[in-house]
């Protein structure tokens, strides 16, 4: 006879990738109480009776940093280390999602000490399993880098096409070839030039593009491939 009484209990967990100052951060927040007090973590927490993932990972990330992010989607559910959490076998479904942080305000609130943005390049010591969970998370990121036009997300609304060229080589870690790049990106149609434009460094001022949502909406419907390939 089967024993349903178990003692798992779930969680949730969320990696908000924002760019920041010409890198790829993480927000975190530093936990307040228990056995991982002091220690950096990813933001989120147990799972209420009644509530859906969705709405648990969009609380948790609320109430511990202030912040509200559109869409997350779920990553992956972590449960096969049994003492990942101190506090006994917890399961874990891990969300990412991307944000532009231009003019948002972060602040850690219920059991969260303090909240922040780290750059992946300084990244401190993680709780739990969190590393691994942010390891996972950033490939993934990579991989959609690749074939769905979410860096746009993560830029401001009018930016330089440096910008873009800046953002992928950063996330993907890697040299890019400018001109084949920038033939590839333009090809889509979803990139309108703007009449606008901003000096940068000593260079003349650089025209100033935006993405157009709608149309590669349109696009995608109509079966346009968005495939980015790098050397």
């Known amino acids: 006879m089967l024993n349903y009484n178990q003692k798992i209990k779930l969680a949730v967990d969320a990696i ?25 973590a990813l933001p989120g927490g147990f799972v209420q009776d009644g509530e859906a993932l969705t709405e648990a990972v969009q609380r948790e990330l609320l109430e511990e940093t202030s912040v509200s992010v559109q869409y997350l989607e779920q990553l992956y559910t972590f449960g ?24 948002m305000e972060i602040a850690a609130g219920t059991d969260a000490k303090e909240a922040n ?20 998370a950033l490939k993934r ?3 959609k880098l690749n074939y769905q036009p979410i860096g746009f997300d993560l830029l401001d609304d009018k930016f330089p096409f440096s910008d873009l060229e800046n953002l992928y080589r950063t996330i993907l ?3 890019i070839d400018r001109r084949n790049f920038r033939k590839k990106i333009l090809s889509f149609g979803i990139l309108e030039e703007t009449n606008e434009k901003r000096k940068i460094g000593n260079g003349r001022p650089a025209a100033l593009f935006k993405f157009n949502k ?8 109509e079966g346009m491939s968005f495939e980015i390939k790098l050397a």
Do not use: C, M
Request: hydrophobic share 35%; no cysteine; aromatic share 12%.
């Open 16 to 40: 908000v990738f924002g760019y920041r100052k010409n890198e790829l951060n993480v927000l975190l927040i530093q936990q307040g109480y228990g056995q991982t007090a002091g220690q950096w």
């Open 80 to 103: 096969d280390q049994l003492d990942r959490d101190p506090r006994g076998r917890v399961v874990t479904v891990a969300y990412f999602g991307i944000v532009n942080p231009t003019g």
């Open 117 to 136: 943005w780290f750059p992946i390049s300084e990244i401190p010591d993680l709780a739990y399993d969190h590393k691994d969970i942010l390891a996972i």
């Open 141 to 143: 990121l990579q991989a």
């Open 173 to 175: 870690d890697k040299d």
């Open 214 to 221: 709608e149309k590669y909406k349109q696009l995608e419907k």
